[in-house]
């Protein structure tokens, strides 16, 4: 493994720096970084496995040491991260790197049976994970949109329940060396009872109503579920989990577990039946008896079963790994419960929330920080989750990153890092990194706005696009009727969740405030401000020609009319002038027009409708989400720094 | 085969449109596009492969027709570069295409000897020549610099001649039939009997003096030959044939020939003995002869012998095709006297000049144009060339897209067309459809100019990049003393060939000069200049930080000094008003200065110093060569332009 990883890593610092290395173990001159570790780590064995390392670079030398060739891994990516221009060419600082990951969990959950996601965007992915020093790809393998792996014990389920967007087995071997080869495990889910839709295109047998089923096209929490009363249900998920335990050589094994409504339950006079004859209370307890079937299945496997937190229930065995993503409550419990826990909670990047966002989201914070030691313990790390309604081969890279090395900076960094702007300022040059390292987050938005302009260079566009982000949260859903096979070509799906110009407009607006009228940000300010006023002007004749801009005239509008209100309150401010009476009230209210106003990250969590739908018992979800409609499901970024000029004319 | 092309066609669809498509053929609806061909095509045999296509596209339908598969590969390349987006969404023009290719051959030579191209950059710029419809891929696989295929007879010329750079002979084959499926043939090259250093490293007995010999890191032509005076070299030689000839389907078989400088044949008294002794006159009689064996060797293997226009002697047999690369004269030559010939003289893409250039060189003009039609019928094409001394994995794709683009319509469409303009517009179009295809051309300046930066935005380094372009012709290796392992990461290896910039501005000053004072193009020629002559403040701290710029700081001084002059020039000419005595003179001797200016296209074709060297019988080979040396290795391209704008100034 090391011999490939070095060989792998030569590469990219030739790709890195453009001089080429030839891989010439015959050379004679002295090695340029020196690396050793006293064994092969095996990453399966979360236990024991070490990924520490100590990085010392010298004038005169580079040594990289590890216990284990998996912390060898981690001090390369580093080595690659140090590299630097300097005015006499590339180098590396001298420093000593004395580096250890805080979790030994640190995972990125993707769903790909939402969107299939091709071999090639995995590989490029797992590269941008190793990059950031992920160490585990959490692949969501089914789900009601699709049955996403090759089974041979049960083909139907594939063969019928994947529109032929499917792994083979070889496949997913080869996926697997491959991430193991970056120091990644794969876990796989299948995820049971719910969520099954297309497992019933070929085994209606398995549900709780006759159907017959076909794959789900839309997106929400449906109605069918496997039959948890039938002994034959059992006998066929055993056979697949062996058949899958099999392939997989994960010591973790997930079986979802999450957003089971009981509907089709409700209507089966077996099942209630059944219920009432085990002197089970209701859905929820027949529930909670099934999960705990899945987990004894899973450990006649020799795994260790991972469900989400909906199978936190009494009864269940506390050898299962719960994965909390309800809120920091039930990871607690959980943990005070005996199980190992993960935290994905305030993870999921398929919200578009800021980076920033989930650089705070600690696992061992809230209630969780009030865990005894030995609770705390328990707590394994946690994953990004990234859900694909929205998201496509092609922009899912911009889904991910670079807000996803957020996460994973977290859950590898100590506690104490808290400095959002230093932290922007190490992500934006970790971005870049990112690039490098395959990822197509940053080329992605060009080529898709190529495609709005119908293939012409298109500045105009790129300016409305840089000041707009998607809404948040699951708005677009209510938005537009979902369905699985929605073009994602809009404009919305080619901006990424977090404006950097809105970001930086808004904290030189902030500057600008707090120095008064002679700041010097004034200038910048209102050169930005002018260029967006006179945007649409510009964009006007594109939008008039190409039939997939048509949607956001509008915004393209707003934004030229916010921004002229913006300058004039930059007059006011820099004239040290007093508006006239009603002027501020009467631009605020226009500002609060829909479309302008993203909600504050303290509102950012869920939105009412989930909460209802999952009777979630985070404070935090229950407010309610009162995101405005907007128009092209984007919202204008940088309408709060302009809405805060405004507020803060003379009164 | 149509059913993967079939399948590859709707992904691209998909992929242009952003509208995902689903391959289901149980779909009951009619067919968008029905395709119909009469058989499949071999694409091995040129005489009988049609490559035509009908398409036609109504309000209700389309229909995609052809004799044979080839012919639909085409004509669904031609679909994909029609789809555009209007204001009701995506649409395909009515229209009716009746097209079919000028010339069975239309290749594109790679030098995988001086660069390694690894497999994903031939995959990916095999996509991009399917999209231009070219249908030759030549693999110039062994030279000085490295033996590049896996020889299982004699496996130490790839073990000791590649740095271990080399394909399998897996690999190649999964290479051919990559190509096949997209309608292209790959022609290997084994050049012999000179450019062979890197077989000399493991076989020094194939060589004309004793060695030892390693592999090449230099460029240029040198003195290892093969002897071709030892039947054992020819025992080698045929044994190798043979074998690759198995490996490789395709009925031509390239035996190079070319740059034989004789010297280490004269350091020899066998070899000298032998000439005597068989009643040679002198070297060139000798390789003659080593030719003759050569294409022998070949047709034993049932395969067609081509090699370039040094092999064009006395007694070559006419079965031999002959690639015209030192002069048209060479092709009209070798037509007359019976042999099939190929044109790449004028299509030689490493000389870095402009796409128009190649555009106007055709396999059917100057002294071509006076051939009897039976000799003229002997025209089978043409063959784009590039060689890798300066280009790198990185870099290749902007090397050669978009401007072989210029040479596959060349080669394919009628001979009539010929307006530039209208050519560019096409090209622009084309250029980005290329990038769909896969090509890297128009990402990979921008990331190398990060690296360049040190990895942050750096909008002056792009202005500045936008207005230059690499030394011509040969230039750049006497500006620096070449190694085949120098780093490829300076601000010329991250510009294109050709300024678009620098096109559209000379455009605009010819257009503004022909309308006089009141011309509206005034207004946007001074707002470059000026944004070009403030760039180098904007720049120079960037440039102290980065070592790769430091050469390119004279450059960004330049840029200013003449952008300057030239504002003075539009105030006259917009002022209706004469400059002071002397002034014009004074600055034009300024923008003599070296690094302004590039040569005019009509001396682009050879430097002297290849003139000698070739003994080249073209008229425009023997002028020389005067480009003045050039900071960085770059011309300022809006210097031609601004000199006319001295210029013109009134008298």
């Known amino acids: 493994?090391?011999?490939?990883?070095?060989?792998?890593?030569?590469?990219?610092?030739?790709?890195?720096?453009?001089?080429?290395?030839?891989?010439?173990?015959?050379?004679?001159?002295?090695?340029?970084?020196?690396?050793?570790?006293?064994?092969?780590?095996?990453?399966?064995?979360?236990?024991?496995?070490?990924?520490?390392?100590?990085?010392?670079?010298?004038?005169?030398?580079?040594?990289?040491?590890?216990?284990?060739?998996?912390?060898?891994?981690?001090?390369?990516?580093?080595?690659?991260?140090?590299?630097?221009?300097?005015?006499?060419?590339?180098?590396?600082?001298?420093?000593?790197?004395?580096?250890?990951?805080?979790?030994?969990w640190r995972g990125l959950m993707l769903d790909v049976s939402r969107h299939f996601m091709p071999l090639p965007v995995l590989r490029r992915n797992i590269d941008a994970m190793a990059a950031a020093k992920f160490n585990v790809l959490h692949l969501h393998l089914s789900d009601d949109q699709g049955f996403r792996i090759e089974s041979k014990v049960f083909p139907k389920l594939h063969q019928m329940g994947s529109d032929g967007q499917f792994y083979t087995q070889d496949q997913m071997r080869g996926l697997i060396a491959y991430a193991r080869d970056r120091g990644l495990r794969i876990v796989p889910e299948f995820d049971v009872p719910g969520h099954t839709t297309a497992w019933f295109a070929g085994h209606p047998e398995l549900a709780s109503q006759p159907g017959p089923y076909k794959i789900e096209r839309g997106v929400g929490v449906f109605d069918p579920a496997i039959d948890p009363t039938r002994e034959e249900s059992y006998a066929f998920l055993e056979r697949l989990f062996t058949e899958m335990a099999g392939l997989f050589p994960d010591p973790y094994f997930h079986i979802g577990g999450d957003e089971v409504n009981g509907k089709d339950w409700n209507r089966s006079e077996r099942i209630q039946k059944f219920i009432a004859a085990r002197g089970l209370k209701n859905n929820q307890d027949l529930e909670a008896w099934f999960s705990s079937r899945m987990v004894e299945i899973v450990t006649k496997q020799q795994k260790i079963a991972v469900g989400w937190d909906e199978i936190l229930q009494p009864g269940l065995p506390t050898g299962a790994v719960i994965q909390s993503w309800r809120g920091a409550k039930s990871l607690a419990e959980a943990a005070r419960q005996g199980?190992?826990?993960?935290?994905?909670?305030?993870?999921?990047?398929?919200?578009?929330?800021?980076?920033?966002?989930?650089?705070?989201?600690?696992?061992?914070?809230?209630?969780?920080?009030?865990?005894?030691?030995?609770?705390a313990a328990r707590i394994l790390g946690g994953e990004a989750c990234m859900w694909t309604e929205w998201a496509s081969p092609e922009n899912l890279d911009m889904r991910l990153w670079p807000r996803a090395a957020a996460i994973a900076e977290r859950l590898w960094s100590p506690a104490q890092g808290r400095d959002v702007n230093r932290f922007y300022d190490r992500l934006d040059a970790f971005s870049r990194h990112l690039e490098r390292a395959g990822s197509t987050h940053r080329v992605a938005p060009r080529r898709m706005r190529e495609r709005l302009a119908g293939g012409v260079d298109a500045p105009a566009l790129n300016t409305l696009a840089d000041v707009v982000e998607p809404v948040k949260n699951y708005r677009r859903g209510s938005l537009q009727v979902y369905r699985s096979d929605l073009p994602l070509n809009r404009l919305v799906d080619s901006v990424p969740p977090e404006s950097d110009s809105a970001r930086r407009f808004s904290a030189d607006v902030d500057r600008a405030l707090a120095a008064g009228a002679q700041a010097p940000e004034w200038a910048s300010i209102r050169a930005r401000l002018t260029a967006w006023r006179d945007n649409h002007t510009a964009l006007k004749p594109l939008i008039a020609r190409s039939g997939l801009l048509t949607e956001i005239g509008p915004v393209s509008e707003a934004l030229e009319e916010i921004s002229a209100i913006a300058l004039q309150a930059v007059e006011y401010h820099t004239a040290k002038a007093k508006p006239p009476a009603g002027w501020a009230a009467l631009q605020a209210g226009k500002l609060a027009n829909p479309g302008y106003a993203p909600l504050k990250p303290d509102i950012f969590v869920y939105c009412v409708e989930l909460q209802k739908r999952h009777n979630s018992t985070d404070a935090g979800a229950r407010k309610i989400c009162t995101i405005p409609a907007a128009a092209g499901g984007v919202l204008i970024a940088v309408a709060p720094p302009i809405r805060k000029l405004v507020e803060t004319t003379k009164k």
Chains 1, 2 share one sequence.
């Open 1 to 104: 493994m090391l011999d490939c990883a070095a060989r792998r890593f030569l590469r990219r610092v030739a790709a890195q720096t453009g001089i080429p290395l030839l891989d010439d173990r015959s050379a004679t001159s002295p090695a340029t970084l020196t690396l050793t570790c006293r064994r092969s780590g095996d990453l399966l064995k979360l236990d024991t496995v070490e990924e520490s390392y100590t990085l010392r670079v010298t004038g005169q030398s580079a040594t990289l040491d590890a216990p284990t060739t998996v912390g060898v891994l981690r001090g390369m990516e580093t080595f690659l991260q140090m590299i630097e221009l300097g005015p006499s060419g590339f180098r590396v600082p001298a420093a000593t790197v004395a580096d250890a990951p805080r979790f030994p």
């Open 339 to 375: 199980h190992h826990v993960l935290l994905s909670s305030g993870y999921y990047l398929d919200l578009m929330l800021p980076a920033s966002t989930h650089y705070a989201a600690d696992p061992q914070s809230g209630e969780a920080a009030a865990l005894k030691p030995a609770e």
